[in-house]
C-alpha cells in the first residue's frame, strides 16, 4: 500500500543530493519533461543520437566509483526519495494532443511511459551521490509489480499529479511505489497505485552493482518496508509455481479435463472430433498481433528502447485485442506481472502476440508476448510478457482452449486474474 504521508510541496521536494524543486519553474512542480531531462543529466546522456551514443561510451570510466559492498554506501530513508510531479492537463491544453484518445479520455499507455519515467527517477533519488556530477549507476526496470486502478475514467483536460517513493531495498533491486491522482470537480481523486521493481547495474548496464541500503523511519515505514519483503516473496512462490516449471495442480488439471470434454461431439464416441460449446470462442479466434520497428527515437537514456514504449505498445495492442473480442470498449482493471527479460535493441524488429487467455463474467484477462526477431538468424527472442485484466459492460463469451499449451496459457490467465480479484 502506498505511503498515506502526505508529501513536501514540490518546492521543497529535496531527493538526497539534488532538489526536484530545482527542474522546476519557481513555485511549480516538475512536470513529466523535466524529469526526463533530469535523468539525461544523470547519466550524461545526450538528445542528440549521434552525441548520445558517445556520451554512454564515456561512461565505462564511472566504474571506478561503484561501491565493492553495500556496507561501503550511506542509508537513505523514504523521505531521501519522496518526488512530486505533475502532469498539466488542464492549465497546458498543448500537453493535451499527445495524450487525447478517440474515446476523449487518456491514453493509458502515455500513463504507464510516465510511471516508467518517474519510478527510474525516484531510485536515482535514493542512490544520488551529491560528490558526483554524473551517477555510476544504470537504473533500468526488472518488472512492473502491479499497477492498480482506483478510477477508470481519466480525464483528458484536468491535471494530474504523481507521488511516488522507495519502499523496499535489496543489494542490487528497489521496489519503488506511486500514486496517482487528478483534480476534478474542486479535489484530487485516487486514480492507481503502482508498483515498480528497478535493478542496479554498472554503468555499462552489464552487470549488477550495490545500491544504498534503505532504513524505515518509524513503524508505519517499517510496515511499507515487510509489505516490499512480502512482495518479494510472493514473487519467487510463483515464479517457483510457473507452469513453465511444473505440472499444474490438481484442480487445475481436471478444470482442463472438463474443458476438453465439453468440447467433445456427443453423437459420436470419439476424442478426435471438437465441437465449441454453446457462448464460447476457440483461443486459436482470440488473437491479434502487430510489429514494431524500433527506431532511435525511442530508445532510453542506455541506448535501448525505452521500456515505457514497449508497455504502450503492449498495452494498446491487448485493449485493442479485448476491444475485438467483447465487441464493446474494455476499461483497465489491472496490470499485473510485466517482466523485462532482456532489453531491445535499436533498430530491433519487435513482434508482439496478444491473446485473451482467459474470461469470466464482464473481465477479459490479456496475455501479450513479446519478442525480437533476428532477420539475420531468423532467431526468436522473448523479451516481454505483460498480463492485462481489463472490463467491459456485458458479459463476454469463454474462451476454450484446444491444445495442451493453450491449456497452459489459458491456467496461467486464470491465476493471474484470481490474484487480481483477490487483491481488489
Not at 500500500?1 to 514540490?10: E, G
Not at 513555485?27 to 513529466?32: S, T, Y
Request: aromatic letters at 8%.
Amino acid at each position: 500500500m502506498f505511503s498515506p504521508r502526505v508529501l513536501r510541496s514540490a518546492s521543497s521536494i529535496v531527493c538526497r543530493g539534488f532538489s526536484v524543486g530545482q527542474m522546476s519553474r519557481q513555485g511549480n512542480a516538475p512536470d513529466m519533461a523535466e524529469v526526463r531531462n533530469r535523468l539525461r543529466e544523470i547519466v550524461g546522456a545526450s538528445t542528440n543520437w549521434k552525441d548520445h551514443q558517445q556520451a554512454l561510451a564515456e561512461r565505462s570510466s564511472l566504474s571506478q566509483y561503484l561501491a565493492k559492498s553495500q556496507e561501503e554506501l550511506p542509508s537513505r530513508t523514504m523521505k531521501d526519495s519522496e518526488i512530486e510531479v505533475h502532469l498539466p492537463l488542464g492549465t497546458k491544453p498543448e500537453l493535451r494532443e499527445k495524450y487525447l484518445n478517440f474515446h476523449n479520455s487518456v491514453r493509458f499507455g502515455r500513463i504507464l511511459e510516465d510511471l516508467d519515467s518517474l519510478a527510474v527517477l525516484i531510485c536515482y533519488s535514493h542512490t544520488w551521490n551529491k560528490e558526483l556530477s554524473r551517477s555510476p549507476l544504470s537504473i533500468v526496470t526488472a518488472l512492473v509489480d502491479k499497477i492498480d486502478m482506483r478510477k477508470h475514467i481519466i480525464y483528458p483536460d484536468c491535471d494530474i499529479k504523481f507521488k511516488g517513493h522507495v519502499t523496499w531495498v535489496g543489494k542490487t533491486s528497489i521496489e519503488a511505489k506511486m500514486h496517482m491522482t487528478q483534480y476534478h470537480d474542486g479535489v484530487y481523486t485516487d486514480v492507481l497505485d503502482a508498483t515498480f521493481v528497478m535493478v542496479a547495474r554498472d554503468p555499462e548496464n552489464k552487470r549488477a552493482a550495490f545500491i544504498n541500503p534503505l532504513i524505515p523511519d518509524g513503524p508505519e515505514e517499517e510496515a511499507i518496508f515487510q509489505q516490499g519483503e512480502i512482495n518479494k516473496k510472493r514473487r519467487v512462490e510463483l515464479n517457483t509455481a510457473s507452469l513453465l516449471k511444473v505440472a499444474p495442480t490438481a484442480e487445475e488439471r481436471t478444470l482442463i479435463h472438463n474443458l476438453f470434454l465439453n468440447t467433445l461431439d456427443p453423437r459420436t464416441v470419439s476424442f478426435r472430433g471438437r465441437t465449441l460449446p454453446p457462448n464460447s470462442v476457440w483461443m486459436e479466434d482470440a488473437k491479434m498481433k502487430g510489429l514494431e520497428i524500433c527506431h532511435p527515437q525511442e530508445r532510453n537514456i542506455f541506448n535501448r528502447i525505452f521500456g515505457g514504449f514497449l508497455m504502450r505498445k503492449a498495452y494498446e495492442l491487448g485493449w485493442a485485442n479485448a476491444c475485438a473480442f467483447a465487441g464493446c470498449r474494455p476499461s483497465l482493471v489491472a496490470v499485473d506481472d510485466i517482466v523485462f527479460r532482456k532489453p531491445v535493441e535499436i533498430g530491433s524488429l519487435l513482434l508482439l502476440s496478444s491473446q485473451v487467455c482467459y474470461t469470466e463474467g464482464t473481465h477479459v484477462q490479456v496475455r501479450v508476448h513479446t519478442e525480437v526477431l533476428d532477420p539475420l538468424t531468423r532467431q526468436h527472442s522473448t523479451t516481454n510478457v505483460f498480463h492485462f485484466t481489463f472490463r467491459v459492460e456485458k458479459d463476454v463469451s469463454a474462451v476454450v482452449p484446444q491444445s495442451y499449451g493453450e491449456s497452459m496459457l489459458y491456467l496461467d490467465g486464470k491465476r493471474h486474474f484470481d490474484e487480481t480479484m483477490r487483491i481488489l
